[in-house]
Structure formats: C-alpha cells, structure tokens
C-alpha cells in the first residue's frame, strides 16, 4: 500500500554545522617497480649474457665436431681396410659361383665385365643376399 502524501514540505538531510571534514585525496602509494631505463638496462644484460653463452656452446660444439672429425679420420684407414677384405671375399665367392654356372659356356673368362666401358667398376654387391655365405 502506498502512502498518502501529505502537504508537508519534505524533511531534507544536512551537513553538520561547520561542514564536513575534509578528504585527503593525495595519493600515497607505494613506487610500482623499477623505472623504464632500469628494466631496459636489465634486460640488455640478460641478452648480452645469453649470447654469450650461445658463442660459448658453439664453440665448444666446434672444438668437439673437430675431435670426433679427426677419430674419424684416423679410422678410415682401418674401416676401409675391413670393407676391402669383406669386399674380396665375397668376389672370391661370386667368381667361384659364375664359374660353376658359366663352365657349359665355350669361351666364358670367369670375372671379366660384360660390358665394355674400359673401367673398372665394383660389382653391385647385395649385403642381404643370403645365398653367399
């Protein structure tokens, strides 16, 4: 239900006498961080360090790339030696093979190319053939 309004003017609030006190609207608050050429300053030392670090690995990458180059080449030798040996021996077990299979041909040099290009070349050998043993 609504209340009737009377003729009465309306009773209106007021401040206190004297006034009210008055706000303190200056604004005290705490320095937020470092200032803009501290965190530029920073952040150049950090980047100056990590490229530093990077130049360091990469060196020491070089010095180890260079290491593991040089064993390399010191095996060689002895590598290509063993494939040689692997290499003939399984020519040995090719001619022996051709010769058995070519002897019904009159005239057939065992081991000499086919193809006449006047160089020598490897036979294409197949590791994996499991009939030469």
Do not use: C, H
């Amino acid at each position: 239900m609504s209340v009737r309004p009377s003729n009465l003017p309306p009773i209106q609030d007021m401040p206190p006498s004297g006034g009210f006190p008055k706000l303190d609207t200056s604004r005290n608050l705490p320095a937020r961080g470092p200032k803009g050429w501290q965190l530029w300053a920073g952040a150049s030392a950090m980047i100056m360090y990590g490229f530093y670090q990077v130049g360091k690995t990469n060196k020491e990458n070089v010095r180890q790339k260079m290491y593991e180059r040089k064993i390399r080449y010191a095996l060689a030798p002895v590598l290509q030696a063993e494939a040689d040996r692997e290499y003939m021996q399984r020519e040995l077990i090719n001619l022996k093979k051709e010769a058995e299979v070519m002897k019904s041909i009159p005239n057939w040099e065992v081991g000499k190319n086919p193809y006449a290009s006047g160089k020598w070349m490897p036979r294409a050998i197949n590791k994996f053939d499991r009939s030469i043993k």
